[in-house]
């Protein structure tokens, strides 16, 4: 039998398969329909020290082969989270990294000082790439000195690894990940979405209310396979890779690009089991080719 384990420096995931932050809530929704311990990590949306209402509608469109979002870090804050939700996540025995957002390098501070404090958390993901607010994340996540003095502040409040998570609208995304990497990053996951915008021909307006949102969905795919391999090729930390994954080739091309996981996205809204037939289908497939783990595959296509 295969070893679906995925070892991500000081973190070692049950299967290499994620919920993408913000396509999953906090578990809750998927709960009814399938076992959560299927799930490699469960990211939550992403969390900020207070509560957010979120971006005005019209939040979601659909495009050709993806889907544009607004949503605008809509989340009940810190303290709901802590007393509601965290709880809830632990009686369900799902392995939890929390996705966190801030204005300031203060919040972001705050933030993964109280929760590796509340324990039950096996990992912080830090939101320094979302396009969809008007301060603070994307402000850090394009800047290599401000993103690097942000993660060197955050790895100094918390004992339990942390993730960047890298926003692919920059002009070169591995002297970010080089950045992150130098501040104490123990992991990177990438790509977040791609700013686009789509225009409504009849009204003449943007069918967002927050004109432009972040595409996400197959269209992203090879951007974000191309990226994950230019980082694997200057990094030495593990990488998540996640833009599109539908099935089983798809999550292929990012662990052959450098991805030691894959994180679903979108992929959960077109087929709220896409996380558990992958999973079967990635077994199945190191089976069949005589793979007794993932690590092999790794970066195989990296030269």
Sequence with gaps: MANLKAHLGPLELRTPVI???????????????????????????????????????????????????????????????????????????VPVIVNIAGETEDEYVVLAAELCSAGGIIALELNVSCPNVEKGGLLFGTAPYSLQKLVQKVRESCDIPLIVKLSPNVTDIVELAQAAQQGGA????????IRGMVIDVHTMRPVLGNESGGLSGPAMRPVAVRMVCEVFRHVHIPIIGMGGIMQLEDALQFILAGAGAVAVGTGNFVDPLTI???????DSYLEEKGYRSLEPLVGAAVV
Aim: with cysteine; net charge negative; hydrophobic share 40%.
């Design 19 to 93: 919920a993408a932050s913000g396509t999953f809530g906090f578990g809750e929704e998927y709960s009814d329909i399938m076992e959560l311990d299927c799930l490699g990590a469960l990211v939550v949306k992403g969390l900020t020290l207070k509560p957010r209402p979120g971006n005005s509608p019209p939040r979601i469109v659909e495009t050709p082969a993806g889907l544009l979002n607004a949503i605008g870090l809509e989340n009940p804050g810190l303290d709901v989270f802590l007393a509601r939700e965290l709880p809830r996540l632990r009686e369900q025995g």
């Design 186 to 193: 123990d992991i990177l996951s990438l790509i977040n979405t």
């Design 276 to 282: 558990p037939k992958l999973v079967s289908s990635l």
